[in-house]
């Protein structure tokens, strides 16, 4: 059983990547034990209701997850913080410090109590952090082509994929977003296609980015697929490449980030439980 470890991070600076995406840099002495494990991975961050120290058990010596979990759900709701789960978009070592984004929901960050934090957080500010996990359950064979497809919230861990792919690989990506405004740029060294679909006013829905893949030529022989974002977007690209494209379930790796009109603290519904029972190699 993987070990927990969980740290108190401090703000090092706050920027705006694009219009709606906001970088903080966090750092700490925690942060010296921070073992990374794979491009796409993830930690838990804990946000205090009162702006203090977030109330977090510490996690037992044996790693247990679901024991943890219990200790964390049975502090009182008043003073339990609120928890949520983001990708890593870049860890530097020598500087024990790990660059979270955050996508910005308006001018404040929306009414999220990750994102509203974000947009309102200064040098100093403190917040848990629990991790790192991996979020995919599935590897890619060695030398197959990569297809990564997602929204903004999933443009962290894309970056961080493609940016660690070495020369010599194929990947093509595609990235819904608002508009060009939030088109970003990486710095790959593989051979690296990205396609940005922009959604404007639309609200988020499966039909842009189904279409888009659907419309696309996918690379030449073995391809692996990695998708995130909207849960519902998420499982229809997954039947478009498994029943229509004809890839084998165990070469999508697939993560549903979010869910429209749905909060992340509500139970999980029947199509999601669904796909958690299939997620698993």
Not at 113 to 132: Q, T, V
Not at 181 to 194: C, F, G, I, M, N
Not at 258 to 276: F, G, K, S, V
């Amino acid at each position: 059983m993987s070990e927990l470890s969980y740290s108190e991070v401090y703000v090092i600076s706050s920027e705006l990547v694009t219009p709606h995406m906001r970088r903080i840099t966090f750092g700490g002495p925690g942060l010296a034990g921070f073992r990374p494990l794979a491009p796409d991975q993830q930690v838990k961050l804990f946000f205090s209701r009162d702006g203090g120290r977030p109330e977090v058990p510490l996690p037992p010596p044996d790693g247990d997850k679901m024991r943890w979990y219990q200790s964390f759900m049975a502090v009182p709701e008043e003073r339990r913080p609120w928890m949520r789960t983001y990708s890593v978009r870049r860890h530097l070592a020598d500087r024990q410090q790990v660059e979270i984004d955050f996508v910005m929901h308006g001018e404040n960050g929306g009414d999220g109590p990750a994102s509203s934090w974000a947009a309102a957080a200064r040098a100093g500010a403190m917040i848990g952090l629990l991790g790192p996990a991996i979020s995919h359950f599935r590897t890619a064979e060695p030398g197959t082509s990569k297809l990564f497809v997602g929204d903004e919230t999933a443009l962290p861990a894309m970056a961080a994929w493609v940016e660690s792919l070495p020369a010599g690989e194929r990947a093509v990506v595609f990235a819904e977003v608002v508009d060009a405004r939030e088109e970003q740029s990486w710095e790959p060294l593989a051979d690296v296609t990205v396609n940005w679909v922009h959604r404007g006013d639309r609200p988020h829905g499966p039909d842009l980015l189904v279409e888009a893949v659907r419309a696309a030529e996918l690379p030449p022989g073995p391809v692996f697929a990695w998708l995130a974002g909207e849960a519902s977007t998420v499982r229809a690209l997954r039947r478009h490449l498994v029943d229509e494209r004809g890839l084998e379930k165990r070469s999508v790796a697939f993560t549903g980030y979010w869910r429209a009109n749905m909060t992340q603290d509500e139970p999980p519904t029947a199509a999601e439980l669904e796909d958690h029972a299939d997620v698993l190699p």
